[in-house]
């Protein structure tokens, strides 16, 4: 079992990568990477989401959609759980840190369309249809793995505003690319097993 703990931790983290290598939730990767305080509250917000939504989604698949035929409605309520699960974070984020909730903006409501919170509630079903457990501990590391492509990225990102970087190439293309150099790091870990 703990083997497969850490095989859940190595994948969700880096060779599997939501962001860096399958490409899920990229525009807030993208919007959200400036600075590393806010890319942090970000990723924050995702793992609590990730981790909530994994775990009440596949109850809901297990003991709700499953004995009564209905896995067919599996996107469509996923995403009802997924969207009450933003709007208490968003108004708990509202309450006790409007500075991060002002300098999030548009992207922490954003999350309820996030296809990495999606695509992790649907991958656990689909991969960990008979343990709970996995499919929480997935989730959780999924949105760790989103917060360390995130925060990698605001740090670059930070650097890079110190940097000379030619007239051209300053703001989004040099994000571009250096997401791009990303991806193909983290997809150097491909290869890595236990």
């Not at 309520?77 to 208490?88: D, P, S, T």
């Amino acid at each position: 079992m703990a083997v497969q703990i850490i095989s859940i931790l190595l994948s969700a983290l880096l060779t599997e990568n939501f962001v860096m290598v399958k490409f899920y939730g990229i525009c807030p990767f993208l919007g959200v990477s400036k600075k590393v305080d806010t890319a942090l509250g970000m990723g924050m917000a995702v793992t609590f989401v990730m981790a909530l939504a994994s775990a009440i989604t596949w109850l809901a698949n297990k003991f709700l959609l499953i004995p009564f035929g209905l896995e067919y409605l599996q996107t469509i309520l996923f995403i009802l759980i997924i969207a009450g699960l933003v709007q208490f974070v968003e108004m708990f984020i509202k309450k006790s840190m409007p500075s991060l909730y002002s300098a999030l903006g548009i992207y922490l409501p954003l999350i309820t369309t996030n296809c990495a919170v999606l695509g992790v509630t649907l991958l656990n079903v689909q991969n960990y249809p008979d343990s709970f457990l996995f499919a929480l501990l997935y989730g959780i590391f999924a949105a760790l793995g989103f917060t360390l492509a995130i925060v990698l990225m605001a740090g670059i990102r930070e650097a890079m505003d110190e940097s000379a970087i030619p007239e051209h190439f300053k703001g989004f293309p040099i994000a571009l690319i250096t997401a791009g150099l990303m991806s193909i790091a983290f997809m150097g870990f491909s290869g890595f097993s236990i």
